[in-house]
């Protein structure tokens, strides 16, 4: 993967991985703001915006709540990246190279369980996303840049719009149990240092 491709992966990537940044309740307290950790296994198909406005791209996002781990694998890509929130770290396994490279987990630490998501929140109204009704956010993200986000009452989100622009949609969402197997990082690749 080129160095550009990968900076773009990894922003877009943590779009996602800020939607994962708060509690593991199932219901939010729509009084302050949302649940923003899935409170179950899923697995949800989203569509990224491209620079430029090109055609948007496909991602799958696997979660696996009792690790508190995340895995992200670009349509067409042989490489993905796992999250593990409990070890705060982020592992990018390139499976055509053999290698994969670790570096410390991006964004704030994870809001314990139980928590609603940290920041300010305004309730603007409820929507359906890929077939999830979900309550639509108004925030400001880390950089400042105000947005909307859509969150089903357990944690999951469907969808983020940034300036007008849908920057993250889900395509289909499933909750079912995610294997341990989809997060092993093979011990067998060969480390190297953080694409910059």
Known sequence: MMRRERRHFLRNSGILALGLMASLAAQADEATGPY??????????????????GAPVRQDMHWQVATLRQRIDPAGSAVYMITSWKDRTLTVVDT?????????????????PGQVAAGSFARMGTDTVAGQFCTVWRTVDQ??????ACYTADGILVRMVQGGRTM?????????????????????YSETAPAR
């Open 36 to 53: 923003v950790t899935p409170s179950v296994d899923v697995a949800v198909t989203y569509e990224l915006a491209t620079p430029g406005g």
């Open 168 to 188: 993250v949609q889900a395509v289909s969402v499933e909750r079912v149990p995610q294997p341990d197997t989809l997060f092993v990082v093979p011990q067998d």
């Open 143 to 148: 950089d400042g840049h105000p947005g909307d």
């Open 96 to 112: 055509l190279s053999h290698r994969r490279s670790t570096m410390p987990a991006p964004g704030t630490a994870l809001t314990p």
